[in-house]
């Protein structure tokens, strides 16, 4: 009850293509729904996060969908660019804690 | 100099060495945090400190030993560690959520690479 599941492991896209990572949690504790960028070498970057009371965040070519419902919420980034191949991370917070549970990762490559 | 910051950035030690691991947070946050991560698997909380005091110890073993001297700095001291130990321990730092009731963003230093011989 306490894991992310993320899907898929690793993504491969064209420059310009949209790529698509998806979170699922069971808890509906959880309140809070970052999504983290890694570069090689280099730790776990915020790239943008959503609380449950709205369905969709965007900054930039990043959103997030949210379903509530489904217990699920995606990454979506437009217009992939090759800065863009990174590992991403899904996390979910839980309410009254300071706790972070991370999802295993997607390892996306954009190519020209 | 911002952000979180790292030292050392590599240790290679033997399972007899000890040796720790430090962590200095120059954003002004309260709360701070030690992670594991290791290959294919998602990151693990290890430890959470909030003005000063631990407030979760996610059964990690006592060789790991974690000290917060004050809400800038955190310490992971090792001790007799098991090759599966290897792996990259990364520090983290937020507000703490008591000020508003929400998660506040957590910011992360660059890791310590971990390799037990």
């Known amino acids: 009850q306490q894991q992310v599941k993320q899907s898929p492991q690793s993504l491969i896209v064209q420059k310009g293509g949209i790529s698509i990572i998806n979170c699922a949690y069971e808890n509906t504790a959880f309140d809070y729904f970052p999504w983290y960028q890694q570069f090689p070498g280099k730790g776990p970057a915020l790239l943008i996060a959503i609380r449950p009371d709205v369905s969709e965040k965007k900054e930039g070519r990043f959103t997030i969908s949210f379903n509530k419902s489904a217990k699920q919420f995606s990454l979506h980034i437009m217009d992939s660019q090759p800065g863009d191949s990174a590992t991403y991370f899904c996390?979910?917070?839980?309410?009254?804690?300071?706790?972070?549970?991370f999802g295993t990762g997607t390892r996306l490559q954009v190519f020209p | 100099e911002t952000g979180v910051t790292q030292t050392p950035r590599h240790l290679v030690m033997g399972m007899t060495n000890k040796k720790s691991l430090k962590c200095e947070q120059h954003?002004?946050?309260?709360?701070m945090y030690w992670y594991k991560q290791s290959a294919k698997k998602p990151l693990e909380l290890m430890f959470v400190y909030n003005f000063k005091e631990q407030t979760e110890n996610n059964s990690v073993p006592s060789r790991f030993s974690p000290e917060c001297p004050n809400s800038s700095h955190l310490f992971l001291h090792l001790h007799t560690l098991q090759p599966e130990d290897s792996a990259l321990y990364l520090c983290?730092?937020?507000?703490?959520?008591?000020?508003?009731?929400?998660?506040?963003?957590?910011?992360f230093g660059d890791g310590t690479r971990l390799s037990i011989l």
């Open positions: 983290a730092s937020s507000q703490d959520r008591r000020a508003t009731g929400l998660n506040q963003p957590q910011h």
């Open positions: 954003l002004g946050h309260n709360a």
């Open positions: 996390a979910a917070g839980k309410e009254r804690t300071d706790k972070l549970i």
